[in-house]
């Protein structure tokens, strides 16, 4: 039922390129810049990416975002066993003037 | 440094209430709304509300109109979140999370993202 739809799962292989898919709407992604968290089991979610591929001290440059029309994507090259994560893209919308999340990603390091 | 520190896990009862606290520190209190998320077992992350903290002025996602209130202290730097009727949905890890909005023309937003969050507090509502 979210308002931002992601696959529930992705998986890769260590060394890999992973991309994880958020697709929304003209009131959301279609029209506002999308973030992106990252969540471990047992903690807070951390901000990974904000304003068009920024990230915070600290955070890996293997994590790049994209967008294109009402879509956007997050990019996780060099695929590392800590990458194993929940990840849920964030934007705000115009029609619930707040912010929106996806449903979230469960990332996989096989 | 930046920090958000919440209040303890609570278990509640079916139609109770709960208040739960965020003290921030490392920072201007009154600089940067606050936003409460929770996300209940096996969902994802869900908006609540924001607080102000300088004007004190609130806004609630339609789902929670009615039954969340959002408030702050600032002399102690805490924003408190306040839910009533718990039923088991309920049940859920509740963080506040510093949000920092980038705006067009002092009108539009164009970008919200949270910076830093609290460690979450769990809810549990049973009988």
């Known amino acids: 039922q979210s308002v931002l739809t992601q696959p529930p799962s992705a998986s890769g292989t260590p060394g890999q390129r992973v991309t994880i898919s958020c697709s929304g709407s003209?009131?959301?992604?279609?029209?506002?810049?999308v973030n992106w968290y990252q969540q471990v089991p047992g903690a807070a979610p951390k901000l990974l990416v904000y304003s068009h591929n920024q990230r915070p001290s600290g955070v890996s440059d293997r994590f790049s975002d994209s967008k294109s029309g009402t879509s956007a994507s997050l990019a996780i090259s060099g695929l590392q066993p800590e990458d194993e994560a929940d990840y849920y893209c964030?934007?705000?919308?115009?029609?619930?003037?707040?912010?929106?999340f996806g449903g979230g990603t469960k990332l996989t390091v096989l | 440094q930046v920090q958000l520190v919440q209040s303890e896990a609570e278990v509640k009862k079916p139609g109770s209430s709960v208040k739960v606290s965020c003290r921030a520190s490392g920072y201007t209190f009154s600089d940067y709304y606050i936003y409460w998320v929770r996300r209940a077992p096996g969902q994802g992350l869900e908006w609540m509300g924001w607080i102000n903290p300088n004007s004190g002025d609130t806004k609630y996602a339609q789902k929670f109109q009615g039954s969340v209130t959002v408030t702050r202290d600032t002399s102690i730097s805490t924003a408190y979140m306040e839910l009533s009727g718990l039923t088991s949905h309920d049940t859920a890890v509740y963080y506040c999370?510093?949000?920092?909005?980038?705006?067009?023309?002092?009108?539009?937003?164009?970008?919200?993202?949270?910076?830093?969050w609290g460690q979450g507090t769990l809810l549990t509502v049973s009988s």
């Open positions: 003209s009131s959301n992604i279609g029209s506002k810049t």
């Open positions: 999370a510093r949000g920092r909005m980038i705006m067009f023309g002092g009108v539009i937003v164009l970008q919200v993202y949270f910076d830093y």
């Open positions: 964030a934007v705000w919308d115009d029609s619930v003037n707040g912010p929106v």
